[in-house]
């Protein structure tokens, strides 16, 4: 089993940057995929950054210039930084966490921060 928990959403004006964090804990050594996602409201959720373990980063092409996701393996937490807010960004944000056990792959969710951003 792998806890996630997410924290560092509230409500932020456009232009401004938030730092988003997701503690991990539980089975941490099978995590090889953490990643961060959102779902705005009647929209599906959607993929922002991913980081693997080792160390390889992804991003969607509509956030990648204004985002960066990193991880403090001492702390077991991963991190979204975002830059240049904009309304459009308005959303919960989840992080996810990806495993394999015993020849299992197992996906993991936490409970989402809401994130708003005003104009």
């Known amino acids: 089993q792998v806890q996630l928990v997410e924290s560092g959403g509230g409500l932020l004006q456009a232009g401004g940057s938030l730092r988003l964090s997701c503690a991990v804990s539980g089975s941490i050594f099978s995590v090889y995929v953490m990643g961060w996602y959102r779902q705005a409201p009647g929209k599906q959720r959607e993929l922002v950054a991913a980081?693997?373990?080792?160390?390889?980063?992804n991003y969607a092409d509509s956030v990648k210039d204004r985002v960066t996701i990193s991880r403090d393996s001492a702390k077991n937490t991963v991190y979204l930084q975002m830059n240049d807010l904009k309304p459009e960004d308005t959303a919960v944000y989840y992080c996810?966490?990806?495993?394999?056990?015993?020849?299992?792959?197992?996906?993991?969710w936490g409970q989402g921060t809401q994130v708003t951003v005003s104009s």
């Open positions: 996810n966490a990806l495993s394999y056990l015993v020849g299992k792959k197992y996906d993991y």
């Open positions: 980081i693997t373990s080792g160390g390889t980063t």
